[in-house]
């Protein structure tokens, strides 16, 4: 059984596995397969009769599947976890794993389109089978809209400024592939930012590609029917936006407002943090700079 660890080096691999107290028995799920090194981690610590699904929507992973009867991968986003769960007659779980992260695999294949380093469409699916690509975002977003995404997804505090270079770049011609996009906002690139300041717009704009938020949310809502009682959640998240979602989720059980109390004044939540936020060691860095951001965070169902 190998898994492809040159399509995707597992981040925080042993704490995110061990956060999910494995059973032999159990039931789990990893809702981001990529190159199966979490799953691979799972099987390891299962007995001859647990049970192992995974999720990933882009088509390159399912060449990664692991041959183990006890392993099933399914090629979607997780956003449908409990619905294709149930296909399997898979209805509680003793515990999920989820890496927010974009696989190495993603980044390093030119065509895809994710990385800043080559020239390439402007595309950023996460799935093919996705119906908009970075080059719809780029081209025919408004002024407005471009200009939300990149402040919130980007965090980028000139996004006004890039949001209306986009808008007057793709007059004409257009803009099509990555190469373009940079010529295009040369102006805001300055020699000493111009890597973060990229990065900043490309997570902005794949972000909204993939709904990545959205996608998020949809997930955390599904976890606390999901689990059993005493079910573990895994999460590593990589940026701000991820890792706040989660945190409050863990906490209040929901994303807005407070959650209920009870008669005695208790919060009323589903879940409840397992340990301190974990990060990745400095050796785990020098190994995987990737990881460098991660964070993740365990909690138990009630």
Do not use: C, W
């Not at 691999?13 to 059973?23: M, R």
């Not at 007659?89 to 895809?112: M, N, T, Y």
């Not at 699916?125 to 939300?148: C, E, G, P």
């Amino acid at each position: 059984m190998q898994t492809n660890d040159a399509y995707h080096s597992p981040v925080l691999l042993q704490e995110s596995v061990a956060g999910l107290d494995i059973k032999e028995d159990g039931v789990y799920v990893d809702v981001t397969f990529g190159g199966g090194g979490h799953s691979k981690e799972i099987l390891k610590n299962l007995g001859s009769t647990g049970r192992l699904f995974a999720f990933d929507q882009d088509e390159d992973a399912q060449a990664n599947a692991l041959g183990d009867k006890r392993f099933v991968l399914i090629g979607e986003n997780f956003r449908y976890t409990t619905q294709f769960l149930k296909f399997y007659g898979i209805r509680k779980v003793d515990g999920i794993l989820a890496d927010f992260g974009v696989s190495s695999h993603q980044f390093d294949k030119a065509e895809r389109g994710f990385s800043t380093r080559f020239d390439a469409d402007l595309d950023m699916r996460m799935s093919k089978r996705n119906q908009v690509s970075a080059h719809d975002i780029v081209n025919t977003y408004s002024y407005d809209d471009l200009r939300k995404l990149l402040f919130e997804y980007g965090d980028l505090r000139n996004a006004n400024a890039i949001a209306k270079g986009i808008v007057d770049g793709r007059e004409g011609k257009g803009i099509k592939t990555t190469e373009e996009l940079k010529l295009t906002l040369a102006q805001f690139l300055p020699e000493h930012k111009r890597h973060k300041i990229l990065a900043q717009i490309y997570q902005a704009i794949r972000i909204e590609v993939n709904q990545e938020i959205e996608v998020i949310k949809e997930f955390l809502e599904q976890v606390p029917t999901l689990l059993k009682k005493g079910g573990r959640l895994s999460v590593i998240s990589y940026h701000s936006l991820e890792d706040r979602l989660v945190k409050r989720f863990i906490r209040a059980g929901q994303f807005v407002g407070e959650p209920e109390k009870d008669f005695y004044g208790n919060l009323s939540v589903p879940l409840k943090k397992v340990g301190a936020l974990i990060v990745p060691s400095k050796e785990e860095i020098a190994r995987n700079n990737r990881a460098r951001s991660a964070k993740l965070r365990i909690a138990e169902r009630l």
